[in-house]
Structures are given as C-alpha cells and as structure tokens.
C-alpha cells in the first residue's frame, strides 16, 4: 500500500509539472502572436507635402514664365490675324467674289492653324507641369516607403482620412523635409514624346 501511494504521488508530480510546463509555452506562444500581431501605422498630409515642398515651389514659376513667352507670341499672331481682317473687310468692295472667297478662306486656314497652335501648347504645357509633378510623387512615395521600413509601420494612411490623431503618428514634416534634402529643385521641359508611363500612373 505504501509502495502504490508513493507511485500515485509520483505520477501526481509528474502530470503537474507537465501541466506547467504546457501552460508556459501555450503562454509564450500567445505573447508571441499579439506580437506579431501588433498593428502600428502612421499618417501623412499628403496635400502639405505636395504644396510645401521646394520641388514644386520650383516648378510653378518655370511654368509660369513658359506660359508667358507663349502668350506673348500668340497675342502678336492675334493681333496679325485682326489686321489682316480688317484689310480683308476693306478689299471685299474692289475684289471680284472668286478673289475674296479664296482671300477669306486663306484667312480661315491661318487663323485655324493659330487656334490649333495654342491648343498644341497648352497640351503641352500641362503635360510638362505633369511629367514634373510626376518626379515629385514618386520621391514622395520612395521616402514614404523609407519610413515605413525603418518604422516598421503596418500601414500608413492619408491625414483626410483620420478624424483625431496624436501628433507622434504624423509624419508629415518628416517626410517633406528628407523630400526637401532629396529633390530640391525639378527642371520642367517641354516635349512632344508621349506621356511615359509614370506619367500615366499619377
């Protein structure tokens, strides 16, 4: 009888610290999990980075002063085409009503091809400010992506779309100020080549 009760002692002793010894890792495992789980994120204005930056506080004046070179040359050829009108008005009464279709019709050709003209430029125009605009949001979009490494953040979502936020989840002068040290400046040329795909995308 003795023998049997210090056997079922011994098996007690056992299945107990088996019990613990289960309990702990099934504690583990379970810290383990909420940490994989842990969800951390951060928000970005993206419309201040966008405005604030040097980079496209360089691009506005470059388009500027191309759209007043163009204008300058369009209100020259304007002010040609109203002439030339005129004179045309003029000459209605001593040409024949072969001569004058044929003078109007010429007139409407060159003032056609004005038109079309300043509707070519502003196409590209706006496809330049679009290319350049284009090299912002993508370094943008880099250093976003930067951040979100070294912070090992989950997700990272737009200021617009949060209602109430602490300010250590805003990264916002962060990032315009490495946008800043990156892309200072971006040249806007004008091209007749086709959007590039970036373009396209943004």
């Excluded at 002692?9 to 994989?36: F, I, P």
């Excluded at 002068?173 to 990156?182: A, C, F, G, N, T």
Aim: with cysteine.
């Amino acid at each position: 009888m003795k023998t049997g009760s210090r056997v079922r002692a011994g098996l007690a002793c056992v299945l107990v610290a088996a019990a613990l010894v289960l309990s702990g890792a099934g504690m583990r495992t379970a810290d383990a999990q909420a940490k994989d789980s842990e969800f951390s994120f951060a928000v970005i204005d993206v419309q201040r980075v966008i405005r604030d930056s040097k980079a496209t506080r360089s691009i506005r004046p470059q388009i500027e002063k191309l759209k007043e070179g163009y204008e300058s040359g369009f209100k020259k050829q304007e002010e040609e085409l109203r002439g030339a009108n005129q004179d045309l008005a003029g000459q209605r009464a001593i040409l024949s009503p072969e001569a004058y279709a044929d003078r109007r019709r010429e007139f409407q050709q060159r003032a056609t091809g004005v038109q079309r003209e300043v509707q070519e430029t502003k196409r590209l125009l706006d496809r330049a400010l679009g290319s350049a605009m284009s090299k912002v949001h993508n370094s943008l979009r880099q250093i976003t992506a930067e951040i979100a490494k070294e912070q090992s953040l989950t997700a990272i979502f737009p200021r617009t779309a949060v209602i109430l936020v602490e300010r250590k989840y805003d990264i916002t002068s962060e990032v315009l100020k490495r946008l800043d040290q990156q892309l200072p400046s971006v040249a806007v040329t004008i091209t007749n080549n086709p959007p590039s795909a970036d373009e396209n995308k943004r």
